[in-house]
């Protein structure tokens, strides 16, 4: 739009100057007049037939206006030309060029003030003399130069008022070019004048050098074009050669085109099979686009009529109007040119050209020669950059497999795999050296962990860790996360077995620095167990023999280290030996239940027994839940010697409600984690009740405050609660206890924890037993006071309002047997025995 205030100053400026001085000038003395209309066809024919050449991205005209204008100089009245003028070029831009509106107008303005510019120059030089005196060539030279000069400076106006710029010596050349045809252009006419004053009959005689000269210009002019077209497809095909990758050759491709046929935008669009379709645009404003076409939005039957073309074709709104829009849906489009992509004699995608820049109306026969070579060469150059980019794609797809195969996917380090291949090397590269290590790292209570922040969280945990593993090791260090919360590390080229301790302290400072997860600060800790290698140690070997120090880590009360020694090992062997006879412990029966009373401190009566499980193992004797829980739960046998327990308390609890003469004697059994989780723990307790016929209060089930984090286990105890069964924390204060958890779940029962009632009567603090004492009152809790083994403790208890207890003060953990036969009392005598 910034042209139109440019094209009405110009017009007006024109119109100033034909109505004065213009309009008062006497004409030329002549016995000749050539006709108005005559004048009219002369310069609509010169504008029709004209020649155009390229300047700044667009087409610009020269044409033989000359001749008409200096033959109304001398034969016609000043008015009558500029009106011929300006009509017969406004006839020729618009029926015949086609020019846009405000190219039309800029040209149109244009030549009305060339026109008075003109007629002004040669009457104030030429007077009223005739055209056989040289003052009267003179006159008629300046007239045309001054056209020359205010058409030349109008172009280079407009062309700096669109954004583009022009060379200073596309200036000169433009100015050159247009120089010479002008002067020649004015002989040519002032031939013609005097002829006509002569001999009028011979004045046909000037239209022959005429001619000459206008196809003399146009050969020169076509040649000129046909020479800039080589120069730029050799550009462009180097630079398509060059172009690194599908997405830049489609970018440059898009330019080149757009360039080289001087148009508004030019799209490159290729076909991706199956059905991808990738489409670049360079638009002369600078812009471009690039990505996929939607080609679910395009007619029917388009790529069909894009593949039945065989070469470039026009299209206008007259002809191939359907195809070009729905190629180029979101562009205003006037004419183009449509060029299809093959590849191997398969349609490839296509070419489009719109919109010719310029004087020029519409593409010519040139530029679909010149469109047919350069989309060969685009089908060339995306031909290779398909085989180029299908090879790097299977190159970078067997890297990432190859990644993948032998890394972790969440934290990247190495696997297990890639760790064994690279102790295996190291062993093959030092044989029976010691100058090598292997450690296991196992997170202390990630399970907790997992359980109560999520496992969104828990990754986070992992990734931090492994973070922490890799700034505390050497580049040379491996460092790798077998699976789970298990990472391990190998150490290469070690001064001294010495230099394990240096690492482990590191490993194990660096975990405790707090990190923060998914907005909360944590804390980990470790357990890491190293193993230096020995002559004739197998991966195998040196890898056991690590997991075995990492175990022994754990014994000690994680968050600690410990270097492999051999007794280790045939612990480990005897941890191995457990869990194979805990797989057939059920089998053989050996398991037994034992029952400790709790009783009602006040009256020291039995309201209740716990369940607690023995193994009566075949070579060790009796093991206590200590020594065969945590094996039980890593093999997941937690689950059956759960349901047996359960089985077994339910089924005997009517016995011992006779021996203890309570018919509401009531039975705890104790959950682990992995038995809340499980999706038919409900299903289990139901059918269990049922058989036993027991009352669902009378079952307590007994859970650790891990349990309670773990998100999915709330709707089983919800369900458990509505069953009419009561639940019970037990250790409270030990784990991690929080007010949050007593109020969102259905529970019953707290059972302080044995550490804080040992601190009894011992100089210990009762400010936190009386605080949970407190808090069951508050919260209408029962309270149970775990691990009574004193009198005092017992006074002390019954004092701070506990009311509920169980020890071995009363009575240790008994078979069923023990009890019925004994013809225990509901009252308990209080006895260690």
């Known amino acids: 739009m910034t042209r139109w205030p440019l094209i009405c100053a110009i017009g007006g400026i024109a119109l100033t100057l034909f109505v004065w001085p213009v309009a008062g000038l006497d004409p030329t003395p002549s016995d000749i007049r050539i006709p108005w209309w005559a004048l009219l066809v002369l310069f609509a024919v010169s504008e029709v037939a004209v020649v155009h050449v390229f300047l700044a991205g667009e087409a610009h005209s020269f044409s033989l206006s000359e001749v008409p204008l200096v033959l109304g100089l001398f034969f016609a009245d000043p008015i009558t030309l500029v009106a011929v003028y300006v009509g017969g070029a406004t006839l020729a831009l618009v029926t015949f060029r086609r020019q846009r509106l405000v190219k039309a107008g800029f040209n149109v303005a244009s030549f009305a003030l060339q026109a008075s510019l003109a007629t002004i120059v040669f009457y104030s030089i030429h007077g009223t003399q005739g055209p056989l005196q040289p003052i009267s060539w003179v006159a008629a030279l300046a007239a045309t130069i001054c056209v020359l000069m205010v058409a030349d400076v109008l172009l280079n106006l407009a062309i700096r008022l669109s954004g583009a710029r022009i060379s200073f010596r596309d ?37 022959v050098p005429t001619l000459t000269l206008f196809l003399a210009f146009r050969a020169y002019s076509g040649q000129r074009v046909e020479r800039e077209r080589m120069v730029g497809l050799y550009e462009a095909t180097r630079q398509l050669h060059s172009s690194p990758g599908f997405e ?184 029976g050296a010691k100058n090598l290590a292997v450690a296991f790292i196992d997170i202390d209570d990630f399970k907790t962990l997992n359980d109560s922040l999520g496992h969104a969280a828990g990754d986070a945990a992992l990734v931090a860790v492994a973070g922490a ?174 349901r047996w327990v359960l089985e077994q308390a339910c089924t005997q609890l009517p016995s011992l409600a006779a021996a203890y003469d309570n018919p509401d004697l009531s039975v705890s059994v104790n959950l682990s984690p992995r038995q809340v989780e499980d999706s038919k723990l409900l299903e289990t307790v139901k059918e269990t009740i049922a058989r036993s016929g027991i009352e669902p209060g009378q079952l307590i089930l007994e859970i650790t405050e891990s349990a309670l984090m773990d998100e999915n286990g709330a709707e089983i105890l919800e369900a458990l609660s509505e069953l009419g069964v009561r639940l019970a924390i037990d250790d409270f204060g030990t784990g991690f206890s929080s007010l949050s958890y007593l109020d969102r779940f259905p529970i019953d029962i707290l059972k302080i924890d044995r550490t804080f009632i040992c601190s009894l009567g011992e100089n210990g603090d009762p400010t936190l037993t009386r605080a949970i004492l407190n808090l069951g009152v508050t919260m209408s809790l029962a309270i149970i006071a775990e691990g009574i083994e004193t009198p005092i403790q017992n006074e002390i208890l019954e004092a701070m309002g506990c009311e509920l207890g169980q020890g071995y003060l009363f009575a240790p953990p008994r078979p069923l047997g023990d009890i019925t036969e004994s013809f225990e009392r509901p009252y308990i005598v209080k006895s260690a025995s």
């Open 171 to 207: 200036m000169l050349t433009t100015l050159g070019v247009g120089a010479i045809a002008t002067f020649m252009g004015t002989c040519l006419a002032l031939i013609a004048v005097v002829i006509l004053w002569t001999s009028p009959s011979a004045g046909w005689m000037a239209a």
């Open 248 to 431: 830049a050759t489609l970018k440059t491709a898009a330019r080149s085109t757009r360039e080289m046929l001087e148009a508004e935008f030019a799209q490159v669009i290729a076909l991706m099979p199956p059905e991808v379709i990738v489409s670049s645009l360079d638009h002369r404003d600078g812009s471009s686009t690039h990505g996929d076409v939607k080609n679910q939005a395009w007619p029917s039957g388009t790529l069909a009529e894009l593949d039945s073309l065989d070469e470039p074709i026009f299209s206008s709104a007259w002809k191939r109007a359907d195809l070009l829009r729905s190629l180029v849906p979101d562009h205003s489009v006037r004419n183009g040119v449509i060029a299809p992509l093959r590849i191997d004699g398969r349609l490839a995608g296509a070419v489009i050209v719109a919109n010719r820049l310029g004087d020029a109306s519409s593409f010519t026969t040139l530029d679909l020669k010149t469109l047919q070579t350069l989309t060969e060469h685009i089908s060339v150059s995306l031909s290779n950059c398909r085989l180029e980019d299908s090879l790097s794609d299977v190159t970078e797809l067997k890297e990432q497999l190859r990644h993948k195969a032998f890394h972790d996917d969440l934290t990247h380090l190495a696997n297990r795999l890639l760790f064994m291949e690279r102790v295996e090397h190291a062993l093959e590269r030092r044989p």
């Open 469 to 642: 593993l890799k700034r505390c090791l050497r580049p040379a260090d491996t460092a790798a996360r077998l699976g789970g919360d298990e990472f391990a590390i190998l150490l290469e080229d070690l001064d001294s077995d010495q230099d394990v301790h240096g690492v482990a302290q590191r490993i194990l400072t660096t975990l405790r620095k707090p990190v923060r997860v998914q907005g909360q600060v944590l804390t980990l800790h470790a357990s890491v167990g190293f193993a230096v290698v020995q002559p004739g140690d197998t991966v195998e070997a040196l890898m056991r023999n690590a997991d075995a120090a990492m175990y022994a880590a754990k014994r000690n009360g994680k968050d600690d280290y410990a270097l492999f020694e051999p007794e280790m090992q045939r612990s480990a062997s005897k941890r191995l030996e457990m869990k194979r006879g805990l797989a057939q412990a059920l089998e053989r029966d050996e398991f037994e239940v034992y029952y400790q009373p709790v009783i009602r401190l006040e009256d020291e009566r039995v309201i209740g027994v716990e369940a607690l499980v023995r193994w009566r193992h075949p070579q060790r004797g009796l093991l206590t839940p200590s020594e065969f829980i945590s094996l039980s739960e890593e093999s997941g046998l937690i689950l059956s010697i759960g």
